[in-house]
């Protein structure tokens, strides 16, 4: 599985940003998605994850703001963050989750947001 990770950039607070994970190969083991950030100095956080089942989980700190959806004949995930804040900044990072327990990363995005 290859995944594809675009839409960051710089957007002052309050604005909205959609990011997208353009994912190629074999998914008959794909159990889930997510989109994880890492900011400078912390460590990696889950943001947002779809199941298989189209079910979603958010972090509290986005919870409101964020929607991750899929689309299925793209085969593309994707992520909308609106209202965002400062301590949004972070590379953002897609990821696919096997049944066997192996993980598949794409390259980071950067999410820069002004105050």
């Known amino acids: 599985v290859q995944l594809q990770a675009s839409g960051g950039g710089l957007v002052q607070a309050g604005g909205s940003l959609r990011l997208s994970c353009a994912a190629s190969?074999?998914?008959?083991?794909?159990?889930?998605m997510g989109w994880y950030r890492q900011a400078p100095g912390k460590q990696r956080e889950l943001v947002a994850g779809?199941?298989?089942?189209?079910?979603?989980n958010y972090a509290d700190s986005v919870k409101g703001r964020f929607t991750i959806s899929r689309d299925s004949a793209k085969n593309t995930v994707y992520l909308q963050m609106n209202n965002l804040k400062p301590e949004d900044t972070a590379v953002y990072h897609c990821?696919?989750?096997?049944?066997?327990?192996?993980?598949?990363w794409g390259q980071g995005t950067l999410v820069t947001v002004s105050s």
């Open positions: 779809i199941s298989r089942g189209r079910s979603t």
């Open positions: 990821a696919a989750h096997s049944i066997g327990g192996t993980d598949y």
């Open positions: 190969g074999s998914f008959f083991s794909i159990n889930g």
